[in-house]
């Protein structure tokens, strides 16, 4: 059986709305090294077979990438998302 995550690297998926009009999709990713500590933790150690890491996935890019910093006993990451609404380059 394939893993639920197969075929991609560890991504979310972003939207942002602007007056109900959706006007950015997005994805960001993570570094390999928190990927592997979050996996090798449970939940997630009980799955097994990951097979798509940010160096084989067809859509990474170094610059999708969020910094994640350690917060007690998880993460924190903020990200700021900037459009432009009305396409006018401003």
């Known amino acids: 059986m394939r893993p639920q995550w197969g075929g991609r690297t560890t991504h979310i998926h972003a939207m942002v709305h602007v007056a109900n009009d959706r006007v950015l999709t997005t994805q960001v990713m993570f570094d390999e090294a928190l990927n592997s500590t979050v996996y090798a933790a449970a939940p997630y150690s009980a ?17 999708m990438l969020m910094k994640v910093v350690e917060d007690g006993d998880g993460h924190l990451s903020v990200i700021n998302f900037s459009v432009d609404a009305d396409q006018d380059g401003t």
């Open 47 to 63: 799955h097994t077979g990951r097979d798509t890491f940010n160096d084989n996935d067809n859509i990474y890019a170094e610059t």
